[in-house]
């Protein structure tokens, strides 16, 4: 199994239908995104299989064809994004994935 790590905020919403379709059989963490009214218009979560996710979030995709998509919401806000009032998860969620994978992912960020 492969599996792509991008940098926070390296991948636009707009961009993650061409990421799924480029990724394949590997498993990319597209990045993380902010979630603003635009992204949740766009409604591009809920056209791969994700959640919706909240208002003001910051969440990573976690692209997997095998096992599905995930959405993983950020634990902690770094002080640029406490000033932006972002949101954050009130609990860790590992992402499960392939058997040929030693075990869950947890994308943690600063």
């Given at each position: 199994?492969?599996?792509?790590?991008?940098?926070?905020?390296?991948?636009?919403?707009?961009?993650?239908?061409?990421?799924?379709?480029a990724?394949?059989?590997?498993?990319?963490?597209?990045?993380?995104?902010?979630?603003?009214?635009?992204?949740?218009?766009?409604?591009?979560?809920?056209?791969?299989?994700m959640?919706?996710?909240?208002?003001?979030?910051?969440?990573?995709?976690?692209?997997?064809?095998?096992?599905?998509?995930?959405?993983?919401?950020?634990?902690?806000?770094?002080?640029?994004?406490a000033?932006?009032?972002?949101?954050?998860?009130?609990?860790?969620?590992?992402?499960?994935?392939?058997?040929?994978?030693?075990?869950?992912?947890?994308?943690?960020?600063?």
């Amino acid at each position: 199994m492969k599996l792509v790590v991008l940098p926070e905020y390296s991948v636009p919403a707009a961009a993650l239908e061409a990421v799924v379709e480029a990724a394949g059989d590997m498993v990319v963490v597209a990045g993380s995104c902010f979630v603003d009214q635009a992204v949740r218009k766009s409604r591009v979560f809920e056209r791969l299989g994700m959640p919706r996710p909240g208002l003001r979030q910051s969440v990573a995709p976690v692209i997997n064809a095998k096992s599905g998509h995930r959405l993983v919401a950020k634990l902690h806000a770094v002080p640029e994004e406490a000033r932006m009032n972002v949101a954050v998860a009130s609990e860790w969620e590992p992402v499960p994935l392939p058997d040929t994978f030693s075990g869950p992912l947890d994308r943690r960020s600063c």
